[in-house]
């Protein structure tokens, strides 16, 4: 089956711009969690949604936000981009609220800021 | 969640197996130990899971100490293509989505 599907996969902003990303998770994954990924921080945790609902969210600002749709498909979106905010952001997927599988990624969204 | 420390870099001959070590003292006894790994700019990559007992899959076997203060990943036979970052990752099982990665560990598989 398909496997999460992340775009735009690279995308080049100036500052001060905002930036939507989509993220469609694997066929029948109810919960769907942002990543952001930068050489400095690494790997960190953005916030999660399931069944429309954000059911965690990590320390980033108010800039950063995002939503689920009702076929499980999120977005999040960037605001009044920074510098500092180019990275790879990667969505992942579970099955259900309460898995304790794995999470299912994709390749990720680059951004670049000017 | 329980933090985990991994050693920052190994290298290990291809062919050989790759042991790499976790340390998460202070895991709690509903927190479950994860392995996830990243190659080059992909998105990471689930391996696997415990508990507390053993376990193994096609890609790796998972030992857990008895007191659960520590862990192996075990790839049997690495190859080339097991060069990769890898994150050792200690959770409760009701944060589904939310995984706090450390800097995991560079794994560098040498021909």
């Known amino acids: 089956k398909a496997g999460v599907t992340q775009t735009p996969r690279y995308l080049i902003k100036t500052r001060g711009q905002q930036v939507t990303l989509s993220c469609s998770p694997i066929?029948?994954?109810?919960?769907v969690s942002w990543y952001q990924q930068t050489p400095g921080q690494g790997l960190q945790f953005l916030f999660e949604?399931?069944?429309?609902?954000?059911?965690n969210k990590g320390n980033f600002p108010g800039r950063f936000s995002g939503r689920q749709f009702s076929n499980s498909r999120s977005e999040m979106n960037v605001s009044t981009l920074e510098l500092g905010d180019s990275a790879l952001y990667l969505c992942?997927?579970?099955?259900?609220?309460?898995?304790?599988?794995?999470?299912?990624f994709g390749e990720g969204s680059r951004l670049t800021v000017l | 969640d329980a933090k985990t420390t991994q050693p920052p870099s190994m290298d290990c001959a291809e062919g050989r197996a790759a042991n790499l070590p976790c340390n998460h003292s202070?895991?709690?006894?509903?927190?479950?130990v994860y392995w996830y790994r990243q190659i080059h700019s992909q998105g990471p990559q689930y391996i696997i899971h415990?508990?507390?007992n053993n376990e193994t899959n096609e890609m790796a076997s998972l030992i857990i100490t008895e007191d659960r203060k520590s862990s192996t990943l075990i790839l049997p036979h690495a190859t080339l293509r097991d060069t990769a970052v890898y994150y050792c990752?200690?959770?409760?099982?009701?944060?589904?989505?939310?995984?706090?990665f450390g800097q995991g560990t560079t794994l560098q598989v040498k021909p």
């Open positions: 202070t895991i709690s006894g509903n927190e479950y």
């Open positions: 992942a997927s579970s099955r259900t609220e309460r898995d304790t599988g794995e999470l299912f």
């Open positions: 949604y399931f069944s429309e609902t954000q059911r």
């Open positions: 990752i200690v959770r409760g099982s009701g944060n589904t989505g939310k995984l706090i």
């Open positions: 415990g508990l507390k």
């Open positions: 066929s029948g994954h109810r919960s």
